[in-house]
């Protein structure tokens, strides 16, 4: 009975890898016909040109097929005083916002302030703002390529 039971395996385990293959050449084949397609729009190909097209075509059918990508660790890339690698060397529109918006909120429920309040200050807004100018906040900007890599960049280190 084990051996009927491996054998019934082993067919079923072909007939997936089959459907998989079929499945992979129907994609190749319309992104190889889409690819004519586009190539022979509305114009009729001289011979070289024709031998052009199917010589691409054969290279991209010969091309690898990726299905998983490897998996990539996110990693701190080491920030130097004065050395920011990722983004611009000052804090963006939407950081600034972002601080000045956490700011104000923990001034408005009672934080203390870093600096002494200016007499034009008339919201916690105007305060969060001030702080932010002179760079007396504690706060760390992490900036994230899309492979997840990360910077972490002290608000000191931004040209003001």
Do not use: C, W
């Not at 395996?9 to 499945?23: C, D, F, P, T």
């Not at 601080?99 to 934080?111: D, E, K």
């Amino acid at each position: 009975m084990s051996e009927s039971n491996e054998q019934e395996l082993a067919v079923e385990k072909e007939i997936e890898e089959s459907e998989a293959v079929v499945e992979e050449n129907i994609g190749l084949t319309k992104a190889l016909d889409t690819y004519r397609k586009l190539n022979e729009a509305n114009k009729e190909l001289t011979e070289k040109e024709q031998a052009s097209l199917e010589k691409k075509l054969t290279e991209i059918e010969k091309r690898e097929i990726i299905e998983i990508d490897p998996v990539h660790e996110p990693t701190e890339i080491p920030v130097e005083k004065g050395k920011i690698t990722i983004g611009p060397p000052t804090l963006t529109r939407f950081e600034r916002a972002r601080i000045m918006g956490a700011r104000a909120l923990q001034l408005s429920l009672g934080a203390p302030t870093f600096i002494s309040i200016p007499e034009t200050a008339r919201t916690s807004l105007d305060i969060a703002l001030e702080e932010l100018d002179q760079r007396v906040l504690p706060i760390v900007i992490r900036r994230v390529l899309p492979n997840g890599d990360y910077q972490n960049i002290p608000i000191d280190y931004f040209k003001k």
